[in-house]
C-alpha cells in the first residue's frame, strides 16, 4: 500500500525525526528531501529533489503462550509460544532457550517471558507464570501392624488431598 508524497509537519531539516514513524499506520511511506538557497525554497526552478527515500512500517507480530502446568516440582513443565518465526525464552535464575515450543526439565517457578520475532524483524512479548505444586508429605499413624489372620485393620495416613494404595489387592479400598 504505497501512499502518495507527503510533507513532514514542521520539518524543515536535513534529518527526519523518528518519531514521524511512531504511530504510523502499516504501509510504504515515500519521503523526498526539497533543497534551495535561502529564500529560493518557493521558485520550483531553484530547488532540486532528493533520490526519494521509503519507510516501510511492518505489522508487529502478536505473540501468544500456552503454559502447560501447573506442575508437581521436580516434574518437566512445557511452554509454547506462536505468532512469529522466531522465539527466545527467559527465565528464572538466568534461564534462557530457543523454539517455539520448549520443555523445561527442572523448571524454577516464577516468570518465563518469551520474545516473539517476524519475518520484518519486529518484535513482541507475552509473559506466563510457572507454578509448581508442592510434594505432599505423607504420615502414616502406624508404619508397622501387627494383626491375626481373618482381622482387618484400618491404614490411616494424612498429608495430601488424594491418595491411590498400591498394589491394591486385598483392600477393601484402594
Known amino acids: 500500500?504505497?501512499?502518495?508524497?507527503?510533507?513532514?509537519?514542521?520539518?524543515?531539516?536535513?534529518?527526519?525525526?523518528v518519531q514521524i514513524f511512531a504511530?504510523?499506520?502499516?504501509?510504504?511511506?515515500?519521503?523526498?528531501?526539497?533543497?534551495?538557497?535561502?529564500?529560493?525554497?518557493?521558485?520550483?526552478?531553484?530547488?532540486?529533489?532528493?533520490?526519494?527515500?521509503e519507510i516501510i512500517v511492518h505489522a508487529n507480530p502478536i505473540a501468544l503462550i500456552h503454559n502447560y502446568g501447573p506442575v508437581c516440582k521436580g516434574t518437566p513443565v512445557s511452554l509454547s509460544a506462536s505468532g512469529g518465526t522466531s522465539y527466545e525464552w527467559t527465565g528464572p535464575n538466568g534461564f534462557t532457550a530457543q523454539g517455539d515450543s520448549i520443555v523445561i526439565p527442572a523448571p524454577m517457578p516464577g516468570n518465563y517471558m518469551v520474545t516473539v520475532s517476524n519475518d520484518a524483524g519486529c518484535h513482541a512479548s507475552t509473559n506466563t507464570n510457572v507454578i509448581l505444586l508442592p510434594t505432599p508429605?505423607?504420615?502414616?499413624?502406624?508404619?508397622?501392624?501387627?494383626?491375626?489372620?481373618?482381622?482387618?485393620?484400618?491404614?490411616?495416613?494424612?498429608?495430601?488431598?488424594?491418595y491411590k494404595w498400591i498394589p491394591a489387592s486385598g483392600l477393601s479400598n484402594d
Do not use: F, H
Open 1 to 17: 500500500n504505497q501512499q502518495p508524497w507527503q510533507d513532514v509537519p514542521g520539518n524543515n531539516t536535513l534529518q527526519m525525526p
Open 23 to 53: 504511530n504510523s499506520p502499516i504501509g510504504s511511506y515515500r519521503y523526498r528531501l526539497i533543497a534551495a538557497e535561502a529564500g529560493n525554497i518557493d521558485a520550483a526552478s531553484c530547488r532540486i529533489y532528493s533520490t526519494p527515500i
Open 137 to 162: 508429605n505423607i504420615k502414616s499413624a502406624n508404619n508397622a501392624y501387627s494383626i491375626c489372620e481373618m482381622d482387618s485393620v484400618q491404614l490411616l495416613v494424612n498429608g495430601g488431598y488424594r
